[in-house]
C-alpha cells in the first residue's frame, strides 16, 4: 500500500477530530452505552406512546375542520435535522472512508468499537445518532397536525430505526458506523429538501427522486453489511455484533428495501395524485 493512501487514509480519520470541542475529544461511550443497555423500559415506552399519539391524534384531526399550518415551524425542524446530519456525516463519513482504505472490510464491521470509531468525535457523534432517533419522532407530528396522508413507511420506519439502533448502540454493534454515515449523509440531503420545500423555495427542476434513490441505495448497503456480518458469526469469525441485533437489521433493512422500491414506483414510475402530496 503507497505512502500516499496511507497518509490519505490517516489524515481522512483524524478530520473527524477537525474543530472538536473538549467534550467529542474526550468522549468514552462506557456511560451512553450502559444507559442504552439499562433503559430498555424507557424505549419501549417511548415507542407506545408514538404509537398512541398516531392513533388519537389522527383521530382528533380528522374532526377538524382546518390543519395547522405550522410551514414555518416545519421549515425551521428540517434546517436543524439538516445542520446536524451535515455536521455528523463530516464526524463519521471521512472516518469510515479513511478505514475502507487501509482495512480489509471485515475489520470495517468486526472491530470492536471502543477500538476504533467508538471513542472521541466519531463516536461522540454515533452517540447523537442513536438518541436523535427519539426527537426525530416530531416529523411524525408535524404531519398528524398538517392532516399530511400519514403512511406506514413514515411510522414504520422512524419506530424500527428506533429500536434497531437502541438495540445497536447498547450491544455496540461493530458494523455500527456504517449504518450511521449513511444515514447522516441521506438525512442532510433530505432535510435540506424538505426545509425549501417547505418554504416553497425549492426548484421545480430538482430531482426528488435522488433522495428516494439514495435511500434505496442505503437499503442495499444495510443488508449487505448485516448479511455479511452474519456470515462471519456463522463462519466462526470473531466479529463484534450482536446476532439477535444482526438478524434483527437485515430483516428491518430488507423490509426497508422493498417498501422504498415500492414506494419509488408508486411515486415515480406510475403515480397518483395522492402519491404527489406524500412530499
Sequence with gaps: MSTF?????????????????????????????????????LVIGIVLAYVAFITAGSYIMAKQAQPFDLRLPLAGWNAMLCIFSF????????????????????????????????????????????????????????????????????????????????SAYSTMAGSGLYFVAMNYSVHALMYGYYCLQALRMCPKSFPAVL????QIAQMFVGTGVCVSCWYYKITGKSCHNDTSNLIAGALMYGSYLYLFCDFAVRRYVFPSKASKKLE
Design 211 to 214: 433522495i428516494t434513490i439514495s
Design 87 to 166: 455536521i455528523g456525516m463530516l464526524k463519521t463519513m471521512p472516518f469510515l472512508i479513511g478505514s475502507l482504505m487501509t482495512q480489509p472490510y471485515d475489520q470495517t464491521v468486526c472491530t470492536n468499537p471502543a477500538e476504533s470509531w467508538g471513542t472521541g468525535p466519531s463516536g461522540f457523534w454515533v452517540m447523537l445518532f442513536i438518541y436523535s432517533k427519539v426527537p426525530e419522532l416530531i416529523d411524525t407530528v408535524f404531519i398528524v397536525l398538517r392532516k399530511r396522508p400519514l403512511i406506514f413507511l413514515h411510522w414504520y420506519h422512524h419506530v424500527t430505526v428506533l429500536l434497531f439502533c437502541w
Design 5 to 41: 493512501v496511507t497518509n490519505l487514509s490517516n489524515n481522512l480519520m483524524a478530520s473527524s477530530g477537525f474543530l472538536a470541542l473538549p467534550i467529542e475529544s474526550n468522549f468514552v461511550p462506557t456511560v451512553t452505552v450502559d444507559f442504552a443497555a439499562n433503559n430498555w423500559p
